[in-house]
Every structure is written in structure tokens, then in C-alpha cells.
């Protein structure tokens, strides 16, 4: 985790996120997107991660077989899905 902040720090990133493919059932498969939370270090760049995490999600459930699930992440904000079939 500290590598990765660490390149995002010195390429001066707007934004953060992480991208998890999730086991699941034999019908299906998730992904959760992930992006940092406001805690004081993070907050310049929460706005621009929950846009582009946002977007990444859409942009993945828009995919056929693709439906929304909710998601609680305690250390980052989650947006999921699971993909049927």
C-alpha cells in the first residue's frame, strides 16, 4: 500500500482508486472500486476519486450480465457489482 501511495504521490495523481475482482459463486463474479475515504491526508483528492470511481463502476455495470450490488468497505469507499452468468 505504501508503494502504491508513493507513486501516486510523485506522479502528482487527482485522483485514486482501486479496482478488486471478487471470487464468488459459481453463477457469478463481482468487483468492488475502491477510493480513499476523507481522513485529512486523502481529502484533496476524494472529490476527483468518487467521480472517477463512480464512473468506472458505471462504465462496468453497463456491461451485459453486470448488475449492482451494495458493498461496505470500513477503510474505503466501495462501489460493486456482480456480474451473473
Known sequence: MNERAAIGNEAE???AVSIHADG???S???FA???PVADGIN???VP???Q???ALRDAFVARPGCRPVPTTVSTASSRGA????
Open 43 to 45: 481529502n484533496a483528492v
Open 52 to 54: 472517477l470511481g463512480t
Open 13 to 15: 495523481a487527482d485522483a
Open 28 to 30: 457469478g463474479r463481482g
Open 48 to 50: 476527483a476519486s468518487d
Open 33 to 35: 472500486v475502491l477510493t
Open 24 to 26: 464468488g459463486p459459481v
Open 82 to 85: 456482480t456480474s451473473e452468468g
